[in-house]
């Protein structure tokens, strides 16, 4: 039981990572401090997508869910509404790839915007 709840858990760190890669720059324009964490943060996302890498919190959830004795994710509601959104089906090398596109544009509009409201201040 434990060890389910703790693979459970790594899902729901998982997916907040997830989240704050590809939105966290939008937390930089209110608070450009967070720039610090997230930068590296979307790089280390984009840069797992590129090379084709596997998170290293997938590996962890996997053991965890060995020690429960499951072998899959069936059941219960993270394994049914969280999981397909880390793990799509169609993730295949050209759509990772294209993933790792889309966060890195994604988030240097933002951090345009992002400097320029810094620059705009101190002026």
């Not at 693979?7 to 907040?16: G, I, P």
């Not at 999981?83 to 951090?111: C, D, E, H, K, W």
Request: one cysteine or more; glycine letters at 8%.
């Amino acid at each position: 039981m434990l060890y389910r709840v703790l693979a459970d858990l790594v899902v729901w760190v998982h997916l907040a990572f997830v989240a704050f890669v590809v939105l966290g720059g939008l937390l930089a324009l209110r608070w450009p401090r967070v720039a610090y964490v997230h930068v590296p943060s979307f790089l280390w996302g984009a840069w797992i997508h590129f090379v084709g890498w596997e998170c290293p919190l997938t590996p962890l959830e996997n053991h965890l869910r060995a020690l429960a004795g499951q072998s899959g994710y069936e059941g219960g509601f993270v394994e049914h509404y969280l999981l397909p959104v880390l793990y799509p089906a169609f993730l295949g090398r050209p759509t990772s790839v294209g993933l790792g596109v889309f966060v890195l544009a994604l988030n240097a509009l933002i951090y345009w915007r992002v400097l320029f409201r810094v620059r705009t201040r101190r002026a």
